[in-house]
């Protein structure tokens, strides 16, 4: 059964400080998303990872994959206090024909302060 | 991308009673996906909803609890039967990130309060 494993899980930043959310999974994938939550609210799609060595950027976020280490990781740079949220990796895995299945990490509560 | 509306946004239920909630998508897709997203907690996959067939649940999952309708390839309903506290989560609704879409696209979601 696929695992995927996030940490930290909890992350208290200061503003402007760097950091970086890992997440590691336990099989095969060629998938691999972040998603950003909001207190209340739904998903919010921030990238789609699609081949190793896979690198995408916006604003202040990046993220990156390593299929061979099955490792992704969610880079803060220069936090500010919108970014607080949860963040939540999740590896999209083939169960025959094509039938996909998405596993979510446990999410990480993302807090910035001033 | 794909635009998907459900509803309720959010209901206060009793104990006992079953609440139907509504995924509408703006595009045909195949592939429509339940998750559960407890206080707290990351979201668990409910069941998939292939149009024409049966929904496959996932293990902790049973139809008589979650039944899930697909009437056609824009929409679909799952129904929280019976309901306790313990169902009080947030419900979402997904599609096939694969069916020509570059991402998986999630509902607002439904938030479900069981007193």
């Known amino acids: 059964e696929l695992k995927v494993e996030q940490n930290p899980l909890f992350l208290s930043m200061q503003e402007g400080k760097n950091y970086t959310i890992y997440c590691n999974y336990s099989t095969t994938s060629d998938r691999l998303y972040w998603y950003r939550q909001d207190p209340g609210k739904s998903l919010e799609s921030l990238f789609v990872l699609l081949s190793n060595g896979a690198v995408k950027q916006e604003g202040r976020l990046m993220a990156s994959l390593d299929t061979k280490a099955r490792l992704s990781t969610l880079h803060i740079t220069a936090a500010v206090h919108d970014l607080s949220a949860t963040y939540f990796c999740a590896v999209d895995i083939r169960r025959g024909g094509s039938n996909y299945k998405l596993t979510f990490g446990k999410g990480t509560l993302l807090t910035v302060n001033p | 991308s794909a635009v998907i509306s459900q509803k309720p946004s959010r209901d206060i239920c009793q104990r006992g009673t079953s609440l139907t909630i509504q995924c509408q998508v703006d595009s045909q897709v195949t592939m429509m996906f339940w998750y559960r997203q407890q206080p707290g907690q990351s979201l668990t996959l409910i069941a998939t909803?292939?149009?024409?067939?049966?929904?496959?649940?996932e293990s902790g999952f049973v139809i008589d609890k979650f039944p899930i309708s697909r009437p056609n390839l824009t929409f679909s309903t799952l129904t929280v039967s019976n309901m306790s506290p313990e169902d009080s989560s947030i419900y979402l609704c997904s599609v096939d990130p694969r069916a020509g879409f570059s991402e998986a696209f999630f509902g607002q979601g439904t938030r479900l309060t069981v007193v």
């Open positions: 909803a292939n149009q024409g067939s049966e929904a496959t649940y």
